[in-house]
């Protein structure tokens, strides 16, 4: 996380009053992105549930209140509905909230069934820092996302410094787990991934390092977890501050969803046959053949200058993850984003049969909106 860059996202989703409606209009394969939410907009995320729904989420601000944002599709993400809003008090008054994650249960955690829907999101980062004890809170909704239950603080910085961006998976062993983004453990480490978990969503246990490396100024961050066809577990994060430009992405699996291996190595670099690499904000999607679809904020040539596709470009892995990715149009183009607040800043996908779902954020009229459209993943060669 660059705080920088949150205070400018966060500053341009405050510059409208949200207003919940209906958003939307018939996006087919082809069609011009379309906003999915009429009020200022960041952080999106989006999940296919069991049940055939396409639900979303986003951050926005109502006032002085951060707040989250609940939107369904029945017509698999043609249109979409605000149906829920989610008023963390931890998140009111200027407090901060940032950086939400949408997660749907596949199986039953403690007193929660399977199908249960889970939000989680980062709180308090703006607090002064006297009084500042960031928390990573966790919410739940068992209709659809019309109502929502807070659960439980997974994590509560001890000292002043931030966490933020925290993710959802469930272990074979049928733990939830939650991974985040960490500065408290200097002056050790400016930032790590870490990780806990849960047999009931309300107790967390077990916390460890994930990813970390032995320069203090080299911060991992953003994890993103996706479940891979054979069922290892992928998960794709940021590693600011090594000898490439700013922010690279790379990745790692676990068999299990809990054993992600020796926190210092810092994992595979996500790289296309010519060299190019994604900085900053990585999310994937996985489809149904297996398929791996990946979207970052910036797309750049291997001596790190923007590639010509930078902004416009998703990239497609056919191969668990293994040798080079291949790069598609990106539904919802951002052209030529230049590590900054809200354009195309922790966009999110969702991968289906051969095409895929884009949710990306863009400046409009002095505030940030999020923008959807489906296209085509083309076949390979």
């Not at 066809?229 to 809990?258: A, I």
Request: proline share 8%.
């Amino acid at each position: 996380m660059r705080v920088g860059v949150l205070a400018g996202v966060v500053a341009l989703a405050a510059a409208i009053v949200v207003v919940p409606v209906a958003v939307g209009e018939q996006a087919g394969e082809q069609a011009a992105p379309q906003a999915i939410y009429p009020g200022g907009a960041t952080y999106p995320r989006v999940i296919h549930t069991a049940d055939g729904r396409v639900m979303a989420s986003v951050g926005s601000m109502d006032g002085d209140d951060s707040i989250g944002v609940i939107l369904e599709s029945t017509d698999d993400g043609a249109t979409f509905q605000h149906v829920g809003t989610i008023r963390d008090p931890e998140g009111a008054q200027l407090r901060g909230m940032c950086c939400g994650t949408l997660f749907e249960l596949p199986t039953s955690i403690g007193d929660m069934p399977a199908g249960t829907l889970l939000w989680a999101t980062t709180a308090g980062y703006n607090l002064p820092a006297a009084e500042r004890h960031t928390k990573q809170r966790l919410w739940e909704s068992r209709d659809h996302g019309r109502t929502w239950t807070f659960k439980s603080d997974i994590a509560t910085n001890p000292t002043r410094f931030n966490a933020w961006e925290p993710e959802l998976s469930v272990s074979k062993d049928g733990h939830l787990v939650a991974h985040w983004a960490d500065e408290t453990d200097k002056p050790n480490h400016d930032q790590k991934i870490v990780q806990a978990r849960s047999t009931d969503g309300v107790t967390w246990t077990d916390r460890q390092d994930t990813v970390k490396n032995t320069d203090f100024y080299v911060r991992p961050g953003m994890p993103g977890v996706r479940q891979l066809k054979d069922g290892t577990y992928f998960m794709v994060y940021e590693v600011c501050n090594l000898d490439e430009p700013l922010c690279s992405t790379y990745y790692r699996t676990s068999p299990d969803g809990w054993d992600y291996g020796d926190p210092f190595n810092l994992g595979t670099g996500i790289r296309t046959a010519d060299g190019k690499y994604p900085r900053h904000t990585p999310t994937i999607s996985v489809g149904p053949s297996g398929q791996i679809v990946f979207v970052a904020e910036m797309l750049v040539n291997a001596d790190g200058s923007h590639a010509p596709g930078n902004g416009t470009t998703l990239l497609v892995n056919d191969d668990n993850g293994a040798g080079p990715w291949r790069e598609i149009p990106a539904p919802v183009p951002v052209p030529n984003p230049n590590n900054e607040g809200c354009r195309n800043f922790s966009p999110a996908l969702l991968a289906e049969a051969d095409t895929v779902l884009q949710l990306a954020s863009d400046n409009h009229e002095g505030f940030c909106k999020v923008y959807y459209a489906r296209g085509p993943i083309p076949p390979v060669g």
